[in-house]
């Protein structure tokens, strides 16, 4: 049979022919995305790689000085050698710690406060977990690093305060960042997500934490698969804090400390042609040291219950009773209101009468016919009730408020005072209540609602002496910048007002029968005006008035009347002026007017003084004092079992 023939069968299919293209396609796709990988996009990928292989971290910058206005160290940086540790790169934390623990000093608590950062933070973050290590611990731990995954020790810089306690409330200090820090940021620096990195807490510390703080800097370093360094590839240096120049003087301010060593004091120095604060001194203090790193729960404990209140920064957040150190204050009110002239009298039996209440002076005889000048120089209550009824306290508190009281002074200092120096329309809105009689009597002593810090008390002082509104400052320069002072400028009292003042200042101080004269200065050249003052803390009833007021002495300390001293020198070219409050002293005469007295000697002569400044019969008992504080220790709290024990007001 005889076979069919047809047309050949194709070779290749259609099918075959699609299959065959799209493999071509492919081909020809893989080797397009192949290009654009190795050539076009060869940068992106090759960073992609980098940032698995490098790591950049943050270099804290070293924190601006802080000087005196004489470069002497008020804070500084000092080494730290600690050892930081990252979470993920070491993968079982607690194993390493506890090799970690065989090589420097780490207990319990402290392994397990690393661990609580370590989890509280991110895993990438590095976590401090030992710190002011000694050299050999820091060199066991780069000598054995192979061992300690994620473990890194670190060369770093710590805040230090050489001079401890006597500026603990100017210059403040320095504390780890707390959570409660980051809250009150809106916006805050990465810097401050490093744990344990330090930032002002109070005082200029605080108040200058942008300037003090600088900028950061970074470092690459190249890491390994597991996480380990293993070299630093890049650093760029950040901006170091500016250095910052305070107006005090380091020889004034230690002299001060120790001369309120015992009392619960403050003192403010201030230059009355700028405004320099050559002294701002709070007794007792503490060392700042203690918290860098973190002060324990004992000794903060014992800081918060100490009733001398050494966390206290007493001349400028601290609110008094001027007592009769306001007394200029309503004596140059009634002048310039013209309701008293110069030569006026005012007759004291003992008390001022407002209907049945009687108004004590405190010398209870009276001191009989007294005119401003022995009104001052004796202290006269009577005449200051008399005069300030009539003058009335708005004008009272208009003068104030020119010469520095009842007004917050710009200081870059936390928590300055504004003080209290009220009216008749400060009562009815914040008492709401009308303004009494009584009331100007009492604010004419400065008691009563009136409140004013030692800072303020030395303004005052400051103003009086110089005739001009000059105001306080306290930083001298920044990072070799001067900062300039306001230019004072005439106060434009009424003539006579300032000369009736400073004669009655120029009786207490150099006049028998002043309440000061036991504190004078025997130099003419340096001769001392001022103002005493004794402020009440406690009601005193008409049944402890006709038994005989009990003495401060036989009180218990915390009862005792508040002592105060305001002066300027030299009386007749004032340069500086000066302010002493002590808390519970008893008198301002006793208390407070010897350690003026003693300070602005030494703010005028510039160091050591001379015994002949002294009295003469005083210049024994003056080098043994000075023997005395020279051997004694510095201490930066006070001894809880020891009180002062001054006596009341001559």
Same mark, same amino acid.
């Given at each position: 049979?005889?076979?069919?023939? #047809? ?12 299959? $065959? %293209? ?142 401890? %306690? ?5 210059? %403040? ?29 109070? #005082? ?14 970074? @470092? @690459? ?24 120049? $305070? ?5 004034? =301010? ?71 150190? /306001? ?8 002048l310039e209101a013209g309701v008293v002239g110069i030569g006026d009298t005012v007759y004291c039996p003992g008390h001022y009468q407002l209907g049945n209440r009687r108004f004590h002076c405190w010398r209870r005889g009276g001191h009989g016919h007294v005119a401003l000048k022995d009104s001052l120089k004796k202290s006269c209550d009577v005449y200051y009730y008399d005069i300030a009824r009539r ?57 009563? /609602?009136? $409140? ?51 004669? #009655? ?6 006049? =028998?029968?002043?309440?000061?004269? #036991?504190?004078?200065?025997?130099? @003419? ?80 002569? %510039? ?44």
């Open positions: 049979m005889k076979k069919k023939t #047809g047309p050949a069968a194709p070779s290749v299919t259609r099918r075959g022919l699609v299959l $065959l %293209g799209a493999q071509l396609g492919m081909v020809g796709l893989l080797g397009w995305r192949m290009r654009q990988l190795q050539v076009e996009e060869a940068e992106k990928y090759r960073l992609l790689a980098e940032e698995n292989r490098i790591s950049i971290r943050l270099i804290p910058p070293e924190r601006g000085l802080i000087t005196d206005r004489n470069g002497i160290l008020i804070a500084d940086n000092r080494q730290n050698l600690r050892v930081v540790m990252v979470r993920e790169q070491a993968r079982d934390p607690e194993l390493v710690l506890d090799r970690l623990a065989q090589l420097i000093p780490m207990d319990a608590d402290d392994r397990e406060k690393a661990l609580k950062e370590m989890y509280r933070r991110s895993a990438f973050v590095p976590v401090t977990v030992a710190e002011q290590l000694e050299w050999e611990h820091f060199s066991r731990v780069a000598a054995n690093a192979p061992a300690l995954p994620g473990v890194t020790p670190e060369v770093g810089l710590s805040r230090h305060y050489p001079m401890g %306690g006597d500026y603990a409330h100017v210059a %403040g200090y320095v504390g780890p960042v707390s959570d409660w820090d980051l809250q009150q940021l809106d916006d805050p620096d990465p810097l401050l997500q490093i744990p344990k990195f330090q930032i002002g807490k109070t #005082g200029l510390e605080k108040d200058q934490e942008a300037a003090l703080r600088g900028q950061a800097g970074t @470092k @690459k370093i190249e890491v390994n698969s597991a996480g380990r360094v293993m070299r630093e590839l890049e650093r760029n240096a950040g901006t170091p804090g500016a250095n910052t120049a $305070l107006t005090v003087d380091h020889d004034l =301010q230690h002299y001060a400390m120790k001369r309120l060593k015992g009392e619960s004091a403050a003192t403010v120095v201030m230059d009355v042609r700028n405004g320099d604060i050559l002294c701002m001194a709070a007794a007792p203090s503490f060392d700042p040291n203690d918290f860098v790193l973190g002060i324990s729960s004992k000794n903060w404990k014992a800081l918060l219950e100490d009733e001398y209140r050494p966390l206290a920064n007493k001349p400028v957040s601290g609110g008094y009773p001027p007592g009769s150190t /306001f007394k200029m204050v309503v004596a140059m009110a009634a003058v009335g306290i708005d004008k009272i508190a208009e003068m104030a408020n020119r010469l520095g009281l009842g007004v917050k002074h710009d200081l870059p200092l936390p928590a300055v005072s504004r003080g209290l120096v009220p009216t008749q329309g400060w009562k009815r809105a914040n008492r709401d209540e009308g303004w009494l009689i009584g009331d100007t009597l009492n604010s004419g002593i400065g008691q009563g /609602f009136v $409140l004013a810090s030692p800072l303020q008390l030395a303004v005052m002082a400051a103003r009086i002496g110089s005739g001009t509104d000059v105001a306080p400052r306290i930083i001298r320069s920044v990072d070799g910048q001067s900062v300039p002072a306001p230019e004072p400028k005439p106060l434009d009292l009424a003539p006579g007002v300032l000369s009736a003042v400073r004669n #009655g200042m120029f009786a207490v101080s150099n006049e =028998q029968g002043g309440t000061a004269y #036991g504190s004078r200065i025997a130099e @003419k050249a340096m001769m001392m005006s001022g103002k005493t003052g004794t402020s009440q803390v406690r009601n005193i009833t008409a049944d402890e008035r006709r038994r005989g007021v009990t003495r401060n002495e036989d009180l218990p300390w915390n009862r005792r009347d508040h002592a105060l001293f305001v002066a300027y020198a030299p009386s007749d070219n004032p340069r500086y002026a000066i302010s002493v409050v002590v808390e519970h002293g008893g008198g301002g005469s006793k208390a407070a007017a010897p350690i003026a007295r003693d300070v602005m000697l030494r703010t005028l002569y %510039g160091g050591e003084v001379p015994l002949e400044a002294y009295p003469a019969g005083q210049r024994d008992k003056i080098r043994q004092m000075h023997e005395d504080m020279d051997a004694a220790p510095s201490v930066s709290q006070s001894d809880p079992e020891t009180l002062p024990d001054n006596p009341d007001r001559a």
